[in-house]
């Protein structure tokens, strides 16, 4: 298969931990740009996964349809995640503006 370890996503745990890469600013602000990079940067790797399969023609392998689809599974996987996390933090925001609103 083509592709190779390097261009796999970034944990969770090294995402929100990492120093250069945090979700969570000092002041306690959110950054969704570590979401919206991982995603752009996976949907970069499906094009190009796509691009190489098209390039290719009717030589193209099993294991360049596998790869393919690995790729696009990861995508659909964050781009899911993401929508959660961010609906989660929405729901709890309303539910403390509410509380405050008394």
Same mark, same amino acid.
Request: hydrophobic content about 40%.
């Given at each position: 298969?083509?592709?190779?370890?390097?261009?796999?996503?970034?944990?969770?745990?090294?995402?929100?931990?990492? !120093?250069?890469?945090?979700?969570?600013?000092?002041?306690?602000?959110?950054?969704?740009?570590?979401?919206?990079? *991982?995603? *752009? =940067?996976?949907?970069?790797?499906?094009?190009?996964?796509?691009?190489?399969? =098209?390039?290719?023609?009717?030589?193209?392998?099993?294991?360049?349809?596998?790869?393919?689809?690995?790729?696009?599974?990861?995508?659909?996987?964050? !781009? *899911?995640?993401?929508?959660?996390?961010?609906?989660?933090?929405?729901?709890?925001?309303? !539910?403390?503006? =509410?509380?405050?609103?008394?």
């Amino acid at each position: 298969m083509s592709g190779g370890y390097a261009n796999q996503p970034a944990s969770w745990a090294g995402i929100l931990s990492s !120093s250069s890469s945090t979700m969570v600013t000092q002041k306690g602000a959110v950054d969704f740009k570590v979401l919206v990079d *991982e995603i *752009e =940067r996976l949907t970069a790797l499906a094009k190009s996964k796509i691009a190489g399969i =098209r390039s290719k023609g009717s030589a193209m392998s099993i294991g360049d349809m596998f790869d393919l689809q690995m790729a696009m599974n990861k995508l659909q996987q964050f !781009s *899911e995640m993401s929508t959660s996390v961010i609906s989660a933090m929405n729901t709890s925001i309303n !539910s403390m503006a =509410r509380n405050v609103k008394g």
